[in-house]
T-cell receptor
Framework: NAGVTQTPKFQVLKTGQSMTLQCAQD?????MSWYRQDPGMGLRLIHY???????DQGEVPNGYNVSRSTTEDFPLRLLSAAPSQTSVYFC????????????FGEGSWLTVV | AQRVTQPEKLLSVFKGAPVELKCNYS??????LFWYVQYSRQRLQLLLR?????SIKGFTADLNKGETSFHLKKPFAQEEDSAMYYC?????????????WGAGTKLIIKP
């Protein structure tokens, strides 16, 4: 199993540009999520999905869109990048049930200039 | 409100010294608590969970319901323990998307 794979690892965007962070998992997990990690603020949930066709907002959803057309894939879209979205982004997945181990991708370092 | 607090943003100790990473939580019921670790340039991974009562890489964590704490401890720190540590809580009976994270503590082990 590859686990959770996210791409790209590094990206520099200009303000106003759009881009998609890709995330795929091969563990047949129902639950997938996107977090951003900022210094001093830990992990903040952006969007999550509990299954194909179902998505919902987390703590900081503004400026981001997601979709879940398949169990495996959960892309995160930045529609119009802003400097405030400069961060490290992590995709994660797990079985839905309470307390299951959450598996993370390696992270995507995004800089918006 | 449910909350996880890690009061130390940075903790620096010498190799061989004891380590204690603090985690306090605010939750009225019986939570499940976890420690996740992120080594430099690696992905976040589960270190241990209180329900397992296990010791991983020499680390242990005991749930103290009276003090609402779940501190992570290791008697003798090693340089490879340098990493970012996150404490997380999930209320019983809810799905994983309701996991509540602390802000993290960066642990530096000095040689």
């Amino acid at each position: 199993n590859a686990g959770v794979t996210q791409t790209p690892k590094f990206q520099v965007l200009k303000t106003g540009q759009s881009m998609t962070l890709q995330c795929a998992q091969d563990m047949n997990h129902e639950y997938m999520s996107w977090y951003r990690q900022d210094p001093g603020m830990g992990l903040r949930l952006i969007h999550y999905s509990v299954g194909a066709g179902i998505t919902d907002q987390g703590e900081v959803p503004n400026g981001y869109n997601v979709s879940r057309s398949t169990t495996e894939d959960f892309p995160l879209r930045l529609l119009s990048a802003a400097p405030s979205q400069t961060s490290v982004y992590f995709c994660a997945s797990s079985y839905r049930s309470n307390g299951n181990t959450i598996y993370f991708g390696e992270g995507s370092w995004l800089t918006v200039v | 409100a449910q909350r996880v607090t890690q009061p130390e943003k940075l903790l620096s100790v010498f190799k061989g010294a004891p380590v204690e990473l603090k985690c306090n939580y605010s939750y009225s019921g019986s939570p499940e608590l976890f420690w996740y670790v992120q080594y430099s340039r690696q992905r976040l991974q589960l270190l241990l969970r209180h329900i397992s009562r296990e010791s991983i890489k020499g680390f242990t964590a005991d749930l103290n319901k009276g003090e609402t704490s779940f501190h992570l401890k290791k008697p003798f720190a090693q340089e490879e323990d340098s990493a970012m540590y996150y404490c997380a809580l999930i209320p019983r009976g809810v799905s994983n998307y309701q996991l509540i994270w602390g802000a993290g503590t960066k642990l530096i082990i000095k040689p």
